[in-house]
C-alpha cells in the first residue's frame, strides 16, 4: 500500500523558485526510481527528472538541466525538486511518481508502468 502526497506548489514569477516534496508511505526506497512528472494544460505527460533506487543515477529533461534539482531524503522517506529560474512554460501539475526495479533514465523517458502516482500539484509561472 503505497502513497506518495505532493506539496510545495503555487503561484510564482519567471525568474523565482519553488520547491516541491513529495512524502511517500508505504515503501522502502531501495530498487525504485522515483521522479517528477508534469503535464501541462492540452498536453502529454512529459518526465521530468528522475533519481534511482541508489541515489546514484539521475535524469533531467533537457528543458530543466542547469534550473531543477531532484534529491532524496530517505530518514524522512520524501523527494525533493528545488525549481530555479522558473519559466511560464513550467507551468504545469506536477505528479511524484514512483516505478519499481527501473533506471532513473527509463522512467522519465518512457513513462511506462509507473507503479504509482501521487495527485500531484499545480506550478503556475506568471507575472
Known amino acids: 500500500q503505497v502513497q506518495l502526497v505532493e506539496s510545495g506548489g503555487g503561484l510564482v514569477q519567471p525568474g523565482g523558485s519553488l520547491r516541491l516534496s513529495c512524502a511517500a508511505s508505504?515503501?522502502?526506497?531501495?530498487?525504485?526510481?522515483i521522479g517528477w512528472i508534469r503535464q501541462a494544460s492540452g498536453k502529454e505527460r512529459e518526465g521530468i527528472s528522475c533519481i534511482g533506487w541508489d541515489g546514484e543515477s539521475t535524469y533531467y529533461v533537457d528543458s530543466v538541466k542547469g534550473r531543477f534539482t531532484i534529491s532524496r531524503d530517505n530518514a524522512r522517506n520524501t523527494v525533493h525538486l528545488q525549481m530555479n529560474s522558473l519559466k511560464p512554460e513550467d507551468t504545469a501539475v506536477y505528479y511524484c511518481a514512483m516505478m519499481i526495479f527501473t533506471s532513473a533514465q527509463a522512467m522519465c523517458v518512457t513513462l511506462t508502468s509507473v507503479d504509482y502516482w501521487g495527485r500531484g500539484t499545480q506550478v503556475t509561472v506568471s507575472s
Open positions: 508505504g515503501v522502502t526506497w531501495d530498487h525504485y526510481a
